[in-house]
C-alpha cells in the first residue's frame, strides 16, 4: 500500500476517507464492520503489535491520533482525527488500512488493493466546518434508507433519525451510550453535553 506524501499538522482536525476501488463493498457482513471497528482501536498505538498475539487486556499505551467521529458504511469509510503526534494520522490509517485489507484478501480469496488509492484527507480549520462534520459524518446512514434524503422534500425525518440512532457501525453509538472506546473527546470541542443535544443538531441538519 502506497503512503502519503502530505503531511498533516500536530494540534490540527482533518476529515479522513477513502472507498473501495470501483466503488466495490468493503463491508460485506456484520463481522466486517466489527473487525474494522476492532481495528481503528487496536491500531490507534504506537506500538507494534501482532493480531493474533492480542488479547482482551491489550495496552495501547501512547495512541497515535484522536478520533471525534466515524462512520462505516458499506463501500465507504468517514473518519474525523486529530494530529496529536508527528506523524500519527498517517502512521495510522497505515497500520489500519493495512490491516484490514490483509483481513478482507484472506476471508475472501482475493488479492490486490482494496481501496481506491491512498486515503484522502481534508484540512477543518474552522469551527463552523468541524461541527458541520459531526453532523454530516453522523447522517450518512441515512444514505440506506434514502440516497436522496437531502433534496427529499418528503422525507420522513423521524424514520432518517431513528435509523442514524441505531445504526452500528458509527460513532454515534459511543457518544449517546458515553462509552468511549474509539473516540477520545479530550481535543474536540464539546458541542454535545446531552443526548438531546445530539438529537437537535442532527434534526437541524436533516430540516436544511
Not at 83 to 99: H, N, P, Q, R, V
Request: charged content about 25%.
Amino acid at each position: 500500500m502506497s503512503t502519503r506524501k502530505q503531511s498533516f499538522a500536530i494540534n490540527e482536525f482533518y476529515h479522513l476517507y477513502n472507498r473501495g476501488t470501483e466503488k466495490r463493498t468493503i463491508f460485506l457482513e456484520k463481522k466486517d464492520y466489527e473487525h474494522f471497528l476492532f481495528l481503528m482501536h487496536i491500531c490507534n498505538t504506537s506500538k507494534s503489535i501482532e493480531l493474533r498475539k492480542i488479547g482482551k487486556n491489550f495496552d495501547r499505551k501512547e495512541t497515535l491520533v484522536n478520533i471525534g467521529a466515524y462512520c462505516l458504511m458499506p463501500n465507504h469509510f468517514h473518519i474525523l482525527g486529530y494530529e496529536k503526534i508527528e506523524g500519527g494520522i498517517s502512521k495510522y490509517m497505515l497500520k489500519l488500512l493495512t490491516a484490514y485489507t490483509m483481513y478482507f484478501n484472506k476471508k475472501y480469496k482475493r488479492t490486490g488493493k482494496l481501496y481506491e488509492g491512498v486515503f484522502k484527507s481534508i484540512h477543518v480549520n474552522t469551527d463552523r466546518y468541524l461541527k458541520y462534520l459531526y453532523s454530516y459524518i453522523h447522517l450518512n446512514p441515512a444514505k440506506l434508507v434514502d440516497k436522496n434524503w437531502k433534496e427529499n422534500k418528503k422525507r420522513n425525518t423521524a424514520e432518517l433519525l431513528n435509523y442514524v440512532f441505531n445504526y452500528k457501525y458509527s460513532s454515534l453509538e459511543e457518544y449517546l451510550n458515553l462509552n468511549f472506546n474509539i473516540v477520545n473527546q479530550n481535543p474536540f470541542p464539546n458541542y454535545f453535553g446531552k443526548l438531546n443535544d445530539h438529537k437537535k443538531e442532527l434534526f437541524e441538519w436533516l430540516e436544511i
